[in-house]
């Protein structure tokens, strides 16, 4: 529970010795700063929150650290103000350049309706290096174009201070000057968002060749124009198996090597020893994963019990090897989470603990935290039971192995009846899910399968059996257990939450599927079964992918927070991550928090840590997302690459996107998706309606809505910023394959926005 903190002017009760108040959380400064009125400084925020003179430097670290988030804005000497609106000071990241090589930057934290405005900035004072992507800065900002509807307003924004703590990075593909050596050269920057190159003075190469990816450092320069840089490390070539992956890593900030400390500690880890564990040894718990896994951190094991089931799910013991406040746990911290690509994992933890000591390898003894579950028939869960074991799993299985064997009725080599024991409790547990009312979108996955070279050889749908979802509901039902525990010892818990749709978002949804004939129920009390039961009710139908996008759309995004509002995707009224602490470090903060509770030993959770938790969770809950973003940037980059040489061909493809500048399109089979630019569709004056995904022609009466089913030319593809460009062929899109003319010189909707401030 949060604390309340002492108002200002109020009484101020005296501290007691033997138990210093704690400092407060982000979240509990952004609301005090929230509800004060004016400016407030540091030295109204101590005495707010009871901080003695000794905490003013860590109170002071706090403060300048949630400037630098954007979460807070300066107003004046040593006195911030919420941050979330365009004053004539703020926090800008540089997102990327414009066609004349100037920087461009958005909001940090921008939190008003529609996109965030664009900030223009002005060139850096002479002998200070350019800005570049990702960086961020105090800007002096200055409007220079209104908002209008569905458009942000421009601004203009001048560097006062710099708030990085080191400087920019450009990566992109080098290309020499001619000739080589005695002229500059050009890096052409992977990031698609940076729309000019890099000049690379004479002997600031760093002995890169032609088409390699490097990695360059910006260098002074005053005035507008392309902006020099200097190559600080050579990548590799472009195109090897390596690229991808490392241009994603790079453009993401995601950590690539361990600190040495935290390499020695994990070199260090030995075997776990029986002592107070419990012996699972001979219970024959089995590992199902995918086929190219590595690491396996989660094992299961069924048996009949009266007319339910028991269960037992064991999770590697992490929380062994990476205690708190060690070298290991800031590595941990640090990154998150795991970052998975087509070509390699960069994992949370150092390869001797994710695919050693943490990885419950078959026949070998492995230290675990288990569950034991008991359901009933309907798959209700009656009764857990949390402990510290040893184990030895008794094969390491795969999704397509144990599907095939069930289906043929093959024992798989386990012991006989224990495969059918395990689906006999995933049904159980299905139909308990089926009666909780959970939200079960139906969208394509694909998996971009690589060759020997690097290169994509295959892009395959991405299966979804039923030995998947076994794993998924012993998972799903060890989270549950997991934070209910937590609440019965009164714990800390990390909670995964996932919230339900915000009134407009579901205002919006009810708006369009009555396009439709289908209504939701009225008001703002939404359950997941009521949007489950529109999705059951379209299956099948041609509607029934446009609607299931829509769905996927209006929902909030999860995230970890250590106060509960619940999953509602799930329909679960408390969930929390403890099945996956080696990819994970929200899972590895449960584990402690149930040994410290459980009182199981060393490895619990610390109070330092406690404290944290609400900062943690928002780190953990940024790491997350910065890693979906990256493992989608590779997809795309791998897909692009594997569509240059198909410029020009024809492909059947789906509107996955509708925005006021144009279309998006998933190409079918291969999964690969591009934009149509508004300027390439008939000439016509677009009109872009949100609520019904439509962008339609006011005079050619033409409308192209999302999940259409279109035939497109592949006009443009680039494998350095992983971006595809489509042409939509001629026809008539009303006729449901979604063809138009092409051509047409785009004037309308975007015609007029396109003069620059020069």
């Keep these: 529970m949060a604390r309340r903190p002492h108002k200002p002017g109020a009484p101020k009760q005296p501290a007691t010795p033997s138990a210093p108040r704690a400092l407060p959380s982000r979240e509990e400064i952004r609301q005090f700063v929230r509800d004060t009125p004016g400016r407030v400084g540091k030295r109204e925020i101590a005495r707010a929150f009871g901080l003695d003179p000794a905490q003013k430097p860590a109170l002071r670290d706090l403060l300048k650290g949630l400037e630098t988030e954007g979460a807070l804005a300066a107003a004046g000497a040593r006195r911030f103000r919420e941050a979330g609106r365009l004053p004539e000071a703020m926090v800008v990241q540089i997102t990327g350049t414009d066609p004349d090589g100037d920087a461009l930057a958005r909001p940090v934290g921008w939190q008003g309706d529609g996109p965030p405005p664009m900030i223009l900035m002005a060139p850096e004072a002479r002998g200070r290096p350019a800005l570049a992507p990702g960086e961020r800065v105090l800007a002096k900002l200055k409007q220079i174009s209104g908002s209008a509807p569905g458009r942000p307003a421009r601004y203009e924004g001048r560097t006062l201070k710099r708030l990085t ?16 050596g005695q002229t500059p050269g050009r890096i052409v920057p992977t990031d698609r968002r940076s729309k000019a190159e890099w000049i690379v003075p004479v002997g600031e190469d ?50 690539i090597a361990f600190p040495e400390p935290a390499v020695a500690e994990a070199e260090r880890a030995c075997a776990v020893g029986l002592g107070k564990r419990t012996d699972l040894r001979d219970t024959p718990l089995v590992t199902i994963d995918g086929e190219d896994a590595r690491d396996f951190d989660d094992a299961v094991y069924a048996e009949p019990d009266g007319t339910g089931f028991r269960l037992i799910v064991a999770i590697a013991d992490v929380a062994h090897y990476v205690r708190p406040d060690s070298p290991l746990d800031h590595a941990a911290r640090t990154r998150g989470n795991s970052c998975y690509f087509p070509d390699r994992v960069v994992p949370m933890l150092p390869e001797a603990l994710s695919n050693g000591w943490c990885s419950l390898r078959p026949d070998e003894e492995r230290g675990c935290l288990f569950v034991e579950l008991r ?84 892009v395959a749908p991405r299966p979804r059996l039923d030995s998947h979802r076994l794993i998924e509901e012993f998972m799903v039902l060890a989270n549950v257990a997991a934070a209910e525990e937590l609440e019965r010892l009164v714990q800390p818990c990390m909670y995964r939450v996932h919230a339900p749709p915000s009134d407009e978002k579901l205002e919006a949804l009810r708006a369009f599927l009555r396009s439709f004939d289908v209504n939701l129920p009225a008001g703002n009390q939404i359950h997941p079964r009521d949007l489950d039961r529109v999705l059951r009710a379209v299956a099948g139908t041609e509607h029934a992918l446009l609607i299931n996008e829509v769905m996927l759309r209006s929902q909030s995004q999860a995230a970890y927070t250590p106060e509960n509002i619940g999953h509602f995707g799930l329909a679960l009224p408390a969930y929390a991550h403890f099945t996956s602490p080696i990819r994970r470090y929200a899972d590895l903060l449960v584990h402690r928090a149930l040994i410290r509770g459980l009182r199981l030993g060393d490895g619990g959770l610390v109070e330092d840590e406690a404290i944290r938790f609400a900062d943690t969770a928002e780190h953990i809950t940024a790491t997350e997302r910065r890693a979906a973003l990256a493992e989608r940037d590779a997809i795309d980059r791998y897909l692009a690459a594997f569509m240059a040489d198909k410029v020009g061909a024809l492909f059947s493809a789906r509107i996955s ?24 569709l008939p000439d016509d004056f677009w009109m872009h309606d949100e609520t019904t995904k439509t962008l339609s022609g006011r005079h050619t009466r033409l409308t192209f809505r999302l999940a259409q089913e279109v035939d497109v030319r592949l006009s443009e593809a680039s494998p350095v910023t992983g971006g595809l460009v489509f042409h939509i062929l001629q026809g008539d899109p009303g006729a449901g394959n979604g063809k138009t003319g092409g051509g047409g010189s785009g004037r309308g909707i975007t015609s007029g926005q396109r003069s620059r401030r020069r």
């Excluded at 798989?412 to 059918?420: I, S, V």
């Excluded at 089979?669 to 934009?675: L, N, P, V």
């Design 206 to 255: 760093g002995g890169a060749e032609a088409d390699e990816l490097v990695l360059a450092a910006p260098l002074p320069h005053a005035g507008y124009g392309l902006k020099p840089a200097r190559i600080i490390e050579r990548l590799g070539a472009m195109g090897d198996a390596r690229s991808v992956s490392l241009i994603c890593i790079h453009t993401h900030d995601i950590p």
């Design 165 to 180: 703590d080191a400087p920019g990075r450009v990566i992109g593909v080098y290309r020499p000057g001619k000739p080589a």
């Design 657 to 680: 996107g509708v925005t006021r500048f144009g279309l998006f399109v998933t190409v079918a089979g291969s999964g690969a998706s591009g934009i149509i630019p508004t300027s390439s």
């Design 375 to 458: 359901v009933d028939a309907n798959g209700k869960k009656t009764a857990h039971r949390f402990g510290r074991g040893l184990m030895k799993s008794a094969a390491r299985l795969t999704y397509e192995q144990v599907q095939a064997a069930h289906d043929a009725g093959e024992a798989l080599g386990l012991a006989p009846g224990q495969l059918a024991t395990l689906y006999a409790a995933f049904r159980a547990l299905l139909s308990a899910r089926i009666a909780r009312g959970t939200l079960d979108l139906d969208l394509p996955e694909r998996k971009v399968l690589l060759g020997t070279d690097g290169r994509v050889a295959a």
